[in-house]
């Protein structure tokens, strides 16, 4: 209903089998963006201590999510960080060990899937570390023939359009200042202020217009399911059913207003894709690591990178039998839709706001939906994503490059 061609995920249990909901993604021509940490002890890096958490057990984990997703040629790409450095303090020990996070999947995925897979970074917008946070990551170490630490993308969470601002008073152009020379996919990996509310989501012409999508790569809004934070587009009920809020529709609206074809015409225009080298220059607070020697794998590490983890759960596209929305779905309104299905797309084919039908059922042939839709996504330059997106919360559910 909307025409969102990435959903991203925070939550995921590499245990579970998550083959019938990719699917159903990869059909709708939709990726999946996917951070391999979560909230649970032992299952992220500690921002003050890294080394206290930077361990075989961790590093395993994100290897598990990386077997469960890298068969699916709907995955755009892993997140190695979300919001680990938020403040100088948080700076000052946690950026090498991200980055050596990073090269630890990296690895993993050159020596055991079948294609090259991004992995970056989600980043706080906390002016005073940012541009710091960016060079740490996309630089370019020294007398490294293949700097595989190296972010291949760079995401912002941010919050600084609220209700009806522009792009001066936002500060959106003071990033797109920032980021203008970029060597790696800028995009934002969380946006949508819900101060005042209901949200207007008046960023969206931003986002995909002049200004700024010759820089920046689109946006993932914050969030799906609603919780007690209220961003959320939709309330998902106890008993399955669900009711779309009026910020879903107005987010749907402004969505409809994009002139798809002319943001996927969009072409990359920094002058330079080069990254610079890392070097303590680059770095300008007082207090912010500026030290990149990484810290090597913990032991017990380069064996599962050699050799691979040794309980693992392979995700595949599988053949979906039924396109029906089987969920009662009630609209801003309170009446009920009516006829919602997925609808399959020809391969090659992704989801744009002018490409879906609202409430439509389907009657594409549904013949061999086991077949790739999406192609898959390899390594990434400076070129611009395409992104309509949305994000959602923590259940098993991305941004296309151009």
Not at 200 to 227: C, D, K, P, R
Not at 300 to 319: A, E, F, P, R
Not at 353 to 373: I, K, L, V
Request: glycine letters at 6%; aromatic letters at 10%.
């Amino acid at each position: 209903m909307l025409g969102i061609n990435t959903v991203r995920v925070y939550n995921l249990s590499p245990n579970i089998n998550h083959d019938e909901c990719a699917s159903i993604f990869n059909a709708a021509g939709m990726y999946m963006l996917i951070d391999v940490n979560s909230p649970l002890v032992g299952e992220s890096l500690n921002s003050l201590e890294p080394w206290t958490s930077y361990y075989e057990a961790y590093v395993n984990r994100t290897f598990a999510i990386v077997e469960n997703f890298k068969a699916y040629p709907n995955l755009l790409g892993f997140f190695s960080g979300n919001e680990v450095i938020d403040a100088v303090k948080t700076g000052a020990e946690a950026p090498p060990y991200i980055r050596a996070v990073t090269r630890d999947l990296k690895n993993y995925i050159k020596n055991h899937a079948d294609r090259e897979i991004p992995v970056g970074y989600s980043a706080a917008d906390v002016r005073d570390v940012l541009e710091d946070t960016w060079n740490y990551f996309q630089c370019s170490i020294e007398d490294e023939d293949d700097d595989i630490s190296r972010a291949d993308m760079f995401a912002l969470n941010s919050y600084s359009w609220c209700g009806n601002s522009n792009f001066h008073d936002s500060s959106y152009d003071e990033l797109v200042e920032l980021f203008s020379t970029t060597s790696v996919p800028v995009f934002y990996s969380e946006f949508g202020c819900n101060t005042p509310s209901p949200r207007v989501f008046t960023e969206i012409q931003a986002i995909y217009g002049a200004n700024m999508s010759s820089v920046f790569s689109g946006g993932v809004v914050y969030e799906y399911a609603q919780e007690e934070n209220n961003y959320g587009l939709a309330q998902v009920n106890d008993d399955g059913t669900v009711d779309l809020l009026s910020d879903f529709r107005t987010l749907q609206n402004q969505y409809a207003k994009l002139d798809f074809d002319s943001v996927q015409s969009v072409k990359a225009t920094g002058k330079s894709v080069t990254p610079p080298k890392c070097t303590a220059s680059l770095i300008k607070e007082d207090g912010f690591n500026n030290n990149f020697t990484l810290p090597v794998p913990p032991p017990g590490v380069q064996k599962l990178i050699d050799n691979g983890i040794s309980k693992k759960l392979n995700g595949k596209i599988i053949d979906i039998s039924d396109w029906k929305v089987s969920q009662a779905v009630s609209d801003v309104d309170g009446s009920k839709l009516a006829n919602l299905a997925v609808k399959p797309l020809a391969d090659g084919e992704i989801n744009t706001p002018s490409s879906t039908e609202t409430g439509s059922s389907s009657d594409s042939d549904t013949s061999d939906n086991a077949s790739p839709r999406l192609a898959p996504l390899n390594s990434v330059s400076a070129a611009v994503f395409a992104i309509p997106a949305i994000v959602a919360t923590s259940f098993a559910i991305g941004i296309t490059l151009v």
